[in-house]
């Protein structure tokens, strides 16, 4: 699989995967680095760009990760038209709106939508929206030079975590198959003993959910609460109208579970409150 982050943030996540080349062919894409130093975000969108690494054509799929406020998103287009023919999932990530100057307002505005229009059409294979800002929450805050740092970890134990599941037999259950038009996503987490689900971005209209339950082996063997806790769980995403499902892996950590929640609906553009 093709890891590629584009711009400073999309870089910073990117390589966090480097300790799992076996897995992943890592690529970073920047302005010097990659990209050709542009002025100007339309300048980055005209960028005739091909990919100048070998190997590539070992990989059937790949996620990319930007951030679409900065003026090397711009290129991210053009980098998407190079991955025609691999199955991409893109990483969104939503800047703090409220701290960005009316110009990086503008360009997360359109990149936000066009973005989502090449999910709808089917270039993406999945858009998964994530908020900086729920994400400091979340995740919390670093220092003055590594602020995005726990933020950046996060995103990536995450999608670790998601992805270990996809290709390991669970315990319980079995991951959910999303409906070919089910193209936007996000995530949550929570602690699955105190039942709390935090969302990683607010996604209207879910329509699609699927639980990741990490539980420890001596709650796998000796708590019989576990599958009746999951399928309340179940029962209450129904309740909203989502097509619910939910799967059980070991764990060495806490009991604790991620969910992929899915939609087909075009997301509004979050306003900074």
Same mark, same amino acid.
Request: charged content about 25%; hydrophobic content about 35%; overall charge negative.
């Given at each position: 699989?093709?890891?590629?982050?584009?711009? /400073?943030?999309?870089?910073?996540?990117?390589?966090?995967?480097?300790?799992?080349?076996? $897995?992943?062919?890592?690529?970073?894409?920047? @302005?010097?680095?990659?990209?050709?130093?542009?002025?100007?975000?339309?300048?980055?969108?005209?960028?005739?760009?091909?990919?100048?690494?070998?190997?590539?054509?070992?990989?059937?799929?790949?996620?990319?990760?930007?951030?679409?406020?900065?003026?090397?998103? #711009?290129?991210?287009?053009?980098?998407?038209? @190079?991955?025609?023919?691999?199955?991409?999932?893109? &990483?969104?990530?939503?800047?703090?709106?409220?701290? &960005?100057?009316?110009?990086?307002?503008?360009? $997360?505005?359109?990149?936000? $939508?066009?973005?989502?229009?090449?999910?709808?059409? #089917?270039?993406?294979?999945?858009?998964?929206?994530?908020?900086?800002?729920?994400?400091?929450?979340?995740? #919390? @805050?670093?220092?003055?030079?590594?602020?995005?740092?726990?933020?950046?970890?996060?995103?990536?134990?995450?999608?670790?975590?998601?992805?270990? &599941?996809?290709?390991?037999?669970?315990?319980?259950?079995?991951?959910?198959?999303?409906?070919?038009?089910?193209?936007?996503?996000?995530?949550?987490? #929570?602690?699955?003993?105190?039942?709390?689900?935090?969302?990683?971005?607010?996604?209207?209209?879910?329509?699609?959910?699927?639980?990741?339950?990490?539980?420890?082996?001596?709650?796998?063997?000796?708590?019989?609460?576990?599958?009746?806790? &999951?399928?309340?769980?179940?029962?209450?995403?129904?309740?909203?109208?989502?097509?619910?499902?939910?799967?059980?892996?070991?764990?060495?950590?806490?009991?604790?579970?991620?969910?992929?929640?899915?939609?087909?609906?075009?997301?509004?553009?979050? /306003?900074?409150?």
């Amino acid at each position: 699989m093709l890891m590629i982050g584009i711009g /400073e943030a999309g870089k910073n996540i990117a390589e966090l995967f480097k300790p799992h080349t076996q $897995n992943y062919k890592i690529i970073t894409l920047d @302005a010097g680095q990659g990209l050709d130093k542009k002025d100007t975000v339309e300048e980055y969108d005209e960028i005739d760009f091909k990919f100048k690494q070998r190997g590539l054509k070992s990989h059937t799929e790949a996620i990319v990760f930007v951030c679409g406020s900065g003026k090397v998103a #711009g290129a991210s287009l053009r980098v998407l038209e @190079a991955l025609r023919g691999y199955e991409i999932t893109l &990483c969104y990530i939503v800047p703090e709106l409220e701290f &960005c100057s009316k110009e990086e307002k503008l360009r $997360n505005k359109v990149h936000y $939508n066009v973005m989502q229009q090449y999910a709808r059409s #089917g270039m993406i294979n999945e858009m998964m929206l994530l908020d900086n800002k729920t994400l400091l929450d979340i995740a #919390g @805050a670093g220092t003055v030079t590594n602020y995005y740092e726990k933020v950046n970890y996060f995103i990536y134990s995450t999608l670790q975590n998601i992805m270990y &599941c996809a290709h390991v037999t669970p315990a319980f259950g079995k991951p959910h198959k999303r409906k070919d038009i089910s193209r936007i996503s996000t995530f949550s987490y #929570g602690s699955f003993d105190a039942s709390d689900e935090k969302m990683i971005y607010p996604l209207d209209n879910v329509t699609e959910t699927c639980y990741y339950i990490n539980i420890e082996e001596d709650d796998l063997n000796g708590d019989d609460t576990i599958i009746p806790k &999951c399928k309340e769980i179940v029962r209450k995403n129904n309740d909203k109208g989502r097509e619910t499902s939910f799967a059980i892996w070991e764990s060495s950590e806490e009991n604790h579970f991620y969910a992929k929640h899915y939609t087909h609906f075009i997301q509004d553009v979050i /306003e900074p409150q």
